[in-house]
């Protein structure tokens, strides 16, 4: 067998005969609540820019005053030529907010959780991972030398049948999203904390889409349970609620400060950009001048969820700005992701892996800077759309 005969991608194939292939849609303007897509007006629910804050000026303004001052890169890791007080700052900053101890960034999100996990948990350690935990975990768990027991989601007697395998001994890590990205549904952190005491577990939280999003302030799914003090270890990202790029791990100062040395994806990447960094920090500054912006992205949630089912149109109940839409087969969810960007609104057709097979999901978010009229608009495109019957030529 030829090392290239597995390039055949026989369902986007087929997604590309039916003129209904999905991905790399063109974005001409900013990522705000209504963008410009390949020429056209559409409704943005596809974009996890939670807080609206990727438009806003002080943000933008944040990063050009960096540029003019920093340079467009660091050339260099952190652990060399390329560490900014900048960084520090956001660090010092972050850990102070969130109520822990210390802060190591890295340059995206899913850098973070390979620097994290691959680090931390060695060859006679064992990872317990959520089956619906993001990409980003599954490889980081592969990264690490230690022996990874996946649980079914959500499901604590799953998750306390795979502690009770473990050699009392054996280093652990419980490793969830606070939030989960496809579903929106938030992880059940307080029996996982306890669940953790009684092992003798350490507990890890990607917090990526509940930061910005719940608890005090936005402070995230810790904050929202009141366990921030039983989390050892909370990952961040600042491609979302922080309108930038880049993440963070937050734990106390002596386990950050030996990843910072140990971390072979920390160690040998190069550090975030000064743009990066300081839209992220001013991001991060409004939020904490306006703590009730969380709270405005719920309501407008919870305002949507509710004009979808009105409409007749089946979600995944979950309170949070993730709002999934179930469309169960792949060819069906590329069809009607299809018909919505025609009819201007965009969404995220999931699919397996991302998704079980046959649960497959139109997922749409919400932006703190929407507006009811606009939700209004397309709620009605949506419930409309969902209503076409397939045509004929998608299964033949």
Known sequence: MDLFDKCNYELLNRTRELNIYPYFHVLQSRQAPVVTMEGKRIIMLGSNNYLGLTENNEVIEAGINALYKYGSGCSGSRFLNGTLDLHRQLEKEIAAFMHKEDCMTCATGFQSNLAIISAIAGRNDYILNDRENHASIYDACRLSFATTLRYNHSDMEDLEKQLKRIPDKA??????????????????????????????????????????????????TASYFGLEDKVDIIMLTFSKSLASIGGCMLASHHVTDWLRHVSRPFIFSASMTPASTATALTSLHILQRNPDMPQRLMQLSKYFRKGLVDNGVKIIDAPTPIVPIFTYQSLDTFYYGKRLFDEGVYVNPVIAPACVEGECLLRTTLMATHTEPVIDEAVEIISRVLKEDLPDSIYK
């Open 171 to 220: 280093g652990k890590l419980i490793v969830t999203d606070g939030v989960f990205s496809m579903r929106g549904d938030i992880c059940k952190l307080p029996e996982i904390c306890a669940l953790a005491e009684k092992y003798g577990a350490r507990v890890m939280v990607d917090d990526a889409h509940g930061f910005g999003v719940l608890g005090e302030g936005g402070r995230g």
